[in-house]
């Protein structure tokens, strides 16, 4: 461990001690019946060594249950009928606020993607139609009633991107335009009951300058999505110009599927297990009463500003603690 760290406290709850040994960059590891280790230097203060060795016990048994989570993951069985699929729980969390019409666009993801060069958008729109087909998400409608949500997986679309030029003199006429079309369209509201969780559109600013305009519902896509479908969608696009067809690896397991294990997992003395850890955790915490500086509308507008502040090292430390 580098020079000067500090090594944790005995008493930390658990997850708390692994928490601090990973940002000390320390690894853990089970060997058999020993527990083994990695760290900056390869060596550990004699205080640290004697936190491990008074709760090795409790640590090893901490990352086989880890494992035995890891593997059970790992073996999401398929729905043998999917038709009234239940929602994971992020889903319905995101239904229920939409129920309530109280979440505007603020959970609406624009992703606007800036395409230079020569582009036939008969290839594009193939591509982007492949990854609509190949992650379910993206063409799931989530029906039923307020008792019992499902999600109802769509057949694969046929998408066509048709150029819009966006009007302006000049170049940043254009691009201001084109920043107010790709406002208009993240607020439009979606009907996650009916339709599709995405809509697209394909700008024109340059005869070689376009921005192809995504907006997808947080309900089938969130951070992580993006990284996922740029990739693919820039793979795909990549092997429908060239004339062949993209062969990505098959996904291992579809989203309804880990939706209902989820539901299974977190059922029964599991979820009463858990519930009765938070209504402990929680006893006599007196509520929440934030001052508020000014009325609030009655309808919430997501308005937002940003402030930054310095703060001192030894606050950051025990935030950080």
Known sequence: MASGSEAPRTGLPLEHLLSELRRQDIRLWQDGDRLRFSAPGNRLPDSLLAVLKARKAEILDF?????????????????????????????????????????????HLPLNLRIAGPLDPVPLARALAAVVARHEPLRTVFAGDEARP????????????????????????????????????????????????????????????????????HIAFDGWSTGVLIRELTEFHAAYAAGRAPAPAALPTRYVDYAAWQRRRLSGPRMQELLEYWRGALAGVPPLDLPRSRPRPPVQTYAAAVTSRDIGPALAGRVAQ
């Open 150 to 217: 499902v999600q109802v997986v769509l057949p694969p679309p046929d998408i066509t991107l048709l150029p819009e030029a966006v009007p302006g003199n000049t170049p940043a006429e254009r691009l201001a335009e084109a920043g107010r079309l790709a406002l208009a369209m993240t607020r439009e509201p979606f009907d996650l009951a009916r339709r599709p969780v995405f809509r697209t559109r394909l700008l024109a600013l340059e005869p070689d300058l376009h921005v192809l305009l995504l907006v997808i519902h």
């Open 63 to 107: 990352l086989a249950r880890a494992r035995a989570t890891q593997a059970e993951a790992t073996a999401i069985p398929a729905l043998a009928d999917d038709a009234g699929a239940a929602l994971s729980f992020a889903q319905e969390r995101l239904w229920i606020l939409h129920r309530l019409g109280i979440t505007g666009a603020a959970y």
